[in-house]
T-cell receptor
Framework: QKEVEQDPGPLSVPEGAIVSLNCTYS??????FMWYRQYSRKGPELLMY????GNKEDGRFTAQVDKSSKYISLFIRDSQPSDSATYLC????????????FGSGTRLSIRP | NAGVMQNPRHLVRRRGQEARLRCSPM?????VYWYRQLPEEGLKFMVY????????ESGMPKERFSAEFPKEGPSILRIQQVVRGDSAAYFC????????????????FGEGSRLTVL
């Protein structure tokens, strides 16, 4: 079993819809949770960062962490075609960046 | 402020040849990380370096792979005697700090080097 599981998709939704992306994990020691966005043929870029559990909101993006269920989510409101990308969840038990474990990514397509 | 620069963007090698990938971190960043990404798979950590030192190479195969980050110049990931299984995208990231809980711990990625082994 992988430490971090993520549905690869692809996920296709119409413009304006609310998108929900999810990851599950097995290591209860994970405390740092991140979401990266990766456009085709580009490098990943950090979207959201959360320490421990709870919600974090940034514009149209909301990250949720449920440590009791070992489940994290990224919600995108009012989705735009420019949100079409692969979204990678990432997490770490310790505070060292070299220990980040990445999910395999979910490919998202927003239809105009 | 230029981002993380990787070259070459695309590299084709025949089995048995050497591949050399270069990464210039963002200005002021002294922490460099190399990752490998296979299709439909996530980023797999390979090695973490600070200037002139390898800090963590736990994700890098012990044979044929090596990395360096000299005092002057870019970080280099070298793959000797490449095999077809080495075909992948190799990403480099840099950060101001290794600590995630500081704003300086954010990883900034380059656009990757795509290696194809024939």
């Amino acid at each position: 079993q992988k430490e971090v599981e993520q549905d690869p998709g692809p996920l296709s939704v119409p413009e304006g819809a609310i998108v929900s992306l999810n990851c599950t994990y097995s290591n209860s020691a994970f405390q740092y949770f991140m979401w990266y966005r990766q456009y085709s043929r580009k490098g990943p870029e950090l979207l959201m960062y959360t320490y421990s559990s709870g919600n974090k909101e940034d514009g149209r993006f909301t990250a949720q962490v449920d440590k009791s269920s070992k489940y994290i989510s990224l919600f995108i409101r009012d989705s735009q075609p420019s949100d079409s990308a692969t979204y990678l969840c990432a997490m770490s038990a310790g505070s060292r960046a070299s220990k980040i474990i990445f999910g395999s990514g979910t490919r998202l397509s927003i239809r105009p | 402020n230029a981002g993380v620069m990787q070259n070459p963007r695309h590299l084709v090698r025949r089995r048995g040849q050497e591949a050399r990938l270069r990464c210039s971190p963002m200005k002021g960043h002294s922490h460099v990380y190399w990752y490998r990404q296979l299709p439909e798979e996530g980023l797999k950590f390979m090695v973490y370096l600070q200037k002139e030192n390898i800090i963590d190479e736990s994700g890098m195969p012990k044979e044929r792979f090596s990395a360096e980050f000299p005092k002057e110049g870019p970080s280099i990931l070298r793959i000797q005697q490449v095999v077809r299984g080495d075909s992948a995208a190799y990403f480099c990231a840099s950060s101001l700090s290794e600590q995630l809980h500081a704003n300086t711990g954010e990883l900034f990625f380059g656009e990757g080097s795509r290696l194809t082994v024939l």
